[in-house]
Nanobody, 120 residues
Framework: QVQLVESGGGLVQAGGSLRLSCVAS????????MGWFRQAPGKEREFVAG?????YYADSVKGRFTISRDNAKNTVYLQMNSLSPEDTAVYYC????????????????WGQGTQVTVSS
């Protein structure tokens, strides 16, 4: 098992940026595919971005968000630029054995989530 802790959420104006971080412990981090998901009130949890040896993005964030990882620090990041109110959600970090998938039910490990709120 791996423990995941997200940070970096907050309140920003439309057009602004945030950088989320997720620190992992308890398992060999480099062997895992990592993903970012988000869930807005009344909506299903949706895939945002994932990374193994490659990166993957939802169409809604492609070109605006960048996922990266630092295996030496057991950390995955999500750089979010050009934020809009539609990006408002709780963002979750998740891990699973490779490969990356878009199905949240396929991930074994989850962080507690960090709130991202984008004002108009």
């Amino acid at each position: 098992q791996v423990q995941l802790v997200e940070s970096g959420g907050g309140l920003v104006q439309a057009g602004g940026s945030l950088r989320l971080s997720c620190v992992a412990s308890g398992r060999t981090f480099s062997s895992l595919a990592m993903g970012w998901f988000r869930q807005a009130p009344g909506k299903e949890r949706e895939f945002v971005a994932g990374i193994s040896w490659r990166t993957y993005y939802a169409d809604s964030v492609k070109g605006r968000f960048t996922i990266s990882r630092d295996n030496a620090k057991n950390t995955v990041y999500l750089q979010m630029n050009s934020l809009s109110p539609e990006d408002t959600a709780v963002y979750y970090c998740a891990g699973r054995p490779v490969p990356v998938t878009v199905n949240p039910a396929s991930y074994d490990n989850w962080g507690q989530g960090t709130q991202v709120t984008v004002s108009s």
